[in-house]
């Protein structure tokens, strides 16, 4: 049995978990750490389940197509052909839900999975015909990963930096204002840098600034969580793309009193 509403529960046989089309060769896509948490908790809720068969008659009667497009677009003729299966999609498919023609609005979608209630209102807000199938999941990380070891910490802090788009000002600022304060930046920038060398400096750290304007969910903050390091992550709650201001955004949709404080200006800093 699973829940796909607040409501709504049926049966299955088997779950398929697509990141790449059926029976054709493809790169796998979406990011490995939301593949990684859906894999290991079916496992640990013993679901039966299959991840990227290589054949049609393999895919189950129900499918969870996480990344790719193309194997969404095939999940929606497969169940055409068979209207008995159900079919979510999400969270990492696309950035609105208008994009790749539109897919992702499809009548045939039972449920569009978005990992946060800020990319759930966003969702809705461009394609209101979806706005009662969203579902909000976010991605877990592997606690014995990301758990830190008794080791002493100095002056030592993590600046992670995403927001490259908008420059290095922002970052130079931060940097200028730690070594003010005698503290020793780490800096780590998206995009650059190996699970192991992440997890090394979380280890090192008294806490950390995180520079992105926006996160659907923010991984990289959850594994900072995870290694019990406090985190200060830069929020302006203000984000502009293809001309539209976004009404609901956050950089840190799961951020509480007990991981840190988010900030929007230096001087706040």
Same mark, same amino acid.
């Given at each position: ?55 049609? !008659?393999?895919?189950?009667? *129900?499918?969870?197509? #996480?990344?790719?497009? /193309?194997?969404?677009?095939?999940? @929606? +003729?497969?169940? =055409? ?87 290095? !000002?922002?970052?130079?600022? *931060?940097?200028?204002? #730690?070594?003010?304060? /005698?503290?020793?930046?780490?800096? @780590? +920038?998206?995009? =650059? ?77």
């Amino acid at each position: 049995m699973i829940f796909i509403g607040n409501n709504s529960l049926f049966s299955f046989e088997k779950i398929t978990v697509l990141t790449h089309p059926v029976a054709k060769r493809g790169t796998v896509e979406g990011h490995k750490e939301v593949t990684r948490s859906l894999l290991a908790g079916l496992r640990a809720l013993n679901v039966t389940y299959n991840y990227n068969p290589s054949l049609i !008659s393999e895919v189950g009667d *129900v499918i969870i197509v #996480l990344a790719n497009t /193309q194997a969404l677009q095939q999940a @929606i +003729e497969i169940k =055409k052909m068979r209207p008995q299966t159900t079919l979510l999609a999400g969270p990492n498919l696309v950035v609105w839900p208008i994009d790749d023609g539109g897919v992702l609005t499809s009548s045939i979608i039972d449920r569009v999975i978005v990992p946060s209630e800020p990319t759930r209102h966003m969702y809705a807000e461009i394609s209101p015909n979806i706005k009662n199938r969203i579902g909000i999941w976010y991605a877990g990380i592997d606690a014995e990963q990301w758990s830190p070891r008794a080791l002493e910490k100095g002056r030592q802090v993590l600046l992670y930096w995403k927001n490259q788009q908008e420059g290095p !000002s922002l970052k130079n600022q *931060v940097l200028d204002l #730690l070594r003010k304060y /005698q503290w020793d930046p780490i800096l @780590i +920038e998206y995009g =650059k840098y190996s699970f192991q060398q992440y997890r090394n400096v979380l280890d090192r750290v008294k806490f950390g600034i995180f520079l992105s304007r926006s996160e659907s969910q923010g991984i990289a903050l959850a594994e900072a969580w995870g290694m019990d390091v406090v985190t200060l992550p830069w929020n302006p709650q203000y984000r502009e793309n293809r001309g539209r201001v976004y009404s609901a955004v956050s950089s840190c949709p799961y951020l509480s009193s007990f991981t840190g404080r988010d900030w929007q200006n230096i001087q706040e800093l």
